[in-house]
């Protein structure tokens, strides 16, 4: 009971300590209420790692210093206990229905046709995406920037086919699988996209009322649609985040923490209330973009449901 109280002293004040470093450093001095509930789960990990790594150092001293001073006291050698040699080795022989390898090998990504319109099926058979490094700290940073998800637009009639695809594929995709849709951005802006190598990524906003969604409606008269992204998209390692429109000639591109830090959310959050109420800067920023990268499963539609009505 005794070691059980001490292991938990040691946890609170260890984690007392990295909660308070985690909002000075990374928080910028953050101590709300939401703040310090979203640092509280990836900061509470942290904590129980560093105890029970201490810990254990701490318990192989003690242990040792107790056979020491056994010996000491008995003037006798400790006997080692005694291993035998042909049970360790069969013990070590691998089994012949398992594999060597002790990670799972990802597997190629399988496609199919669907029986009715064969439209090309993207299966993702990997374990898991990997991840960016700093990625249990991006969803905290959204929370307290508000950030509730990320948007894409399309027109209506391109519903069906992402949705027997299995979901949201880049320009570059597209035409790899061959797959025929209703685009609603112009030649210019898959040109710019392709000069800056950047057709194969799939480009979310971060708020719906958006000069391009309006500029697609109106002037090109297209029924449009709203796909809301979860935002676990922008921890995945090959997103990347641009601080204006990704075709601006001078946009700025980043795929970490510390560039998603430098992206005017003033701007995009004013610009709810009002584009034209912005200044030209402040429009510019206010298009600040997510990039993800060939393809995002349908999984990840946060709207999903809605979608599967319109149909």
């Known amino acids: 009971m005794e070691r059980i109280k001490e292991h938990l002293e040691r946890f609170l ?76 080795l069969e013990s070590k022989k691998p089994d012949n229905n398992q594999s060597v390898h002790s990670k799972p090998i990802p597997s190629t990504q399988n496609i199919k046709k669907t029986p009715d319109d064969s439209l090309t099926v993207i299966r993702e058979t990997s374990p898991e995406i990997a991840k960016k490094i700093e990625y249990r700290n991006i969803i905290p940073y959204l929370d307290f920037r508000n950030i509730e998800c990320f948007y894409h637009f399309t027109e209506r009639r391109n ?98 923490l510390g560039f998603l830090k430098t992206i005017d959310y003033d701007a995009i959050h004013k610009s709810k209330d009002g584009y034209n109420t912005l200044h030209e800067e402040e429009k510019k920023h206010a298009q600040s973009e997510i990039l993800v990268e060939r393809f995002i499963p349908k999984k990840y539609f946060l709207n999903l449901s809605e979608l599967e009505r319109m149909i």
């Open 159 to 256: 519903l069906k086919s992402i949705l027997q695809s299995g979901g949201l594929m880049s320009f570059q995709e597209l035409r790899n699988r061959q797959i025929n849709v209703i685009h609603v951005s112009n030649d210019l802006s898959w040109e710019l996209d392709a000069k800056k190598g950047l057709s194969n990524y799939i480009r979310l906003a971060l708020v719906k009322n958006h000069p391009m969604f309006w500029k697609a409606k109106y002037e090109m008269n297209f029924e449009l649609i709203w796909i809301q992204i979860d935002r676990e998209i922008a921890t995945w390692e090959n997103t990347k985040f641009t601080d204006k429109n990704a075709t601006d000639k001078n946009v700025k591109l980043g795929n970490d």
């Open 13 to 88: 004040i260890t984690w007392g300590v990295i909660l308070v470093l985690n909002q000075l450093f990374l928080f910028h001095g953050c101590f709300y209420p939401n703040c310090l509930i979203a640092a509280l789960p990836h900061t509470g990990v942290i904590a129980f790692l560093f105890v029970a790594f201490t810990f254990e150092k701490v318990g192989d001293k003690t242990k040792s210093k107790k056979n020491q001073e056994k010996e000491l006291i008995s003037h006798k050698e400790v006997a080692s206990p005694r291993i035998n040699s042909d049970d360790s």
